[in-house]
């Protein structure tokens, strides 16, 4: 896909590069996009039409929020430089967590940003139990919840 504009940028590391939201030709949905400060590319979206991106490491990983197929929930993610993960496959199964969205991640690899938890709003804090892989090589999740570092904190 092309994208024709941004509609807004959310996030920018110390390369200059950018994330953020913008239409499609057409404005037919919204993607999540990295600008370099040359092409901005679209980052798609974990099944839906939308996708907006908020944090951006020095790696160019790209953490945010998207609907999954059929616009029926908003699903956390990690765009590793290659392609786009719902964060929910990448914790425990049976963690009682659905994680929403991603607002930042830092040099360290680690995420911040919000999700449900029994029924309740909180943040969370993902750790990564290994050091950072490289964009496009991500296997760093596969990890029990203690690992993982989950902050369970209730938002207002």
Request: charged share 5%; proline share 4%; aromatic share 6%.
């Amino acid at each position: 896909l092309i994208m024709v504009a941004m509609d807004g940028g959310q996030g920018i590391n110390a390369g200059g590069q950018v994330t953020g939201q913008s239409y499609t030709p057409g404005n037919a949905a919204a993607h999540a996009f990295l600008w370099d400060g040359s092409s901005m590319q679209d980052l798609g979206t974990l099944g839906g039409t939308l996708s907006v991106g908020y944090g951006i490491n020095a790696s160019g990983q790209v953490t945010g929020s998207s609907t999954t197929p059929g616009n029926i929930a908003q699903h956390a993610f990690l765009w590793d430089g290659s392609s786009m993960l719902d964060l929910n496959d990448l914790i425990p199964s049976g963690s009682g967590w659905i994680l929403i969205s991603a607002q930042g991640i830092n040099d360290a690899g680690q995420i911040t940003g919000y999700g449900i938890l029994n029924g309740q709003s909180h943040a969370f804090l993902l750790t990564p139990a290994v050091p950072v892989p490289e964009p496009g090589t991500l296997a760093l999740f596969g990890v029990g919840l203690a690992a993982l570092g989950l902050v369970r904190r209730k938002c207002v």
